[in-house]
């Protein structure tokens, strides 16, 4: 697929990606540096020929297995082996009920049945999914449609995406919320969890955790932004960096261990200070929200600087 929001900018295998080999040693060191889950996405991680051995490995070595995936590639046949690997939970995109609409942000036709047969196939053969919404502008208004959809369709949870622009999602930055709508639609997902059997949980929008707070709605969750703090990405070949969102590189597995970029990278040492600027220096939810450092980048050029997407902002007493 050649999706418009693809963070990766991902279209063709990429020239120099991990091996079977490295991927195994590289799980080694993250179950090593205690980690607990680990993601596998991409572009599209069931592309890989190696993605069962990978599972497997990684379920051996302890971590909890779970996927960002488009779907389509799901078999009846897949989904049975991918459990039998180890795969905990497959999280599949599905980003409008319109069908058009899905498959024209997905730039593929057949994307959205693609995406619905593989939930199918995971419900079939006893895989656990969720949903996963990347949330624009055009598909704001549907997104509790969405989860009612997804629990309709047998999924555990349904996760909204909010738009971070970086990769591909720089040219359609201008469909994506703004910070009325942004705090509009995280109280709707919030009062939505009340009425919902399943987990919502919204993605890159931290300030979910002061709106829980305000309305008195209990998580699971004990922070926002989790960015170089208890969560980071590795490329396919090998960067590591804070979030898939925020393209700084802390280091390289192929020239240092996992552990000791995750360990001592200058990136990730800076983000656990949380020593944020402006208003999410001090705001009163800052050890819950942490802002997105990702936003904060790509539009102040530092990191540490305000979520700029924040209505809380500036607002008497916050």
Known sequence: MYCKHCYRDAGVKAEDELSTDEGCALIDQIAGARFKIMIFSGGEPL??????????HAREKGLR?????????ITGETALRLKDSGAAVMGISLDSIDRGKHDEFRA?????QGAVDGMRACREAGLPFQIHTTVMD?????????TDFAVEAGAVGHHIFFLV?????????????????YEELLRRIMKKQVETPIELKPTCAPQFMRIASQLGIKTRFSKGCLAGISYCIISPMGIVQPCAYLNIPAGNVRETTFGEIWRESEIFKTLRTAEYKGGCGSCRYQKVCGGCRARAYFYHGDYMAEEPWCLHHGRKGY
């Open 47 to 56: 592309m890989r020929d190696d993605i069962f051995t990978l599972v497997s």
């Open 65 to 73: 297995p779970v996927f960002g995936t488009n779907g389509t590639l």
């Open 165 to 181: 622009p970086t990769g591909r999602a720089v040219d359609i930055v201008e469909e994506s919320l703004r910070a009325e709508q």
């Open 138 to 146: 055009w598909n704001m208004p549907e997104i509790e449609k969405l």
């Open 108 to 112: 593929t036709p057949g994307a959205w």
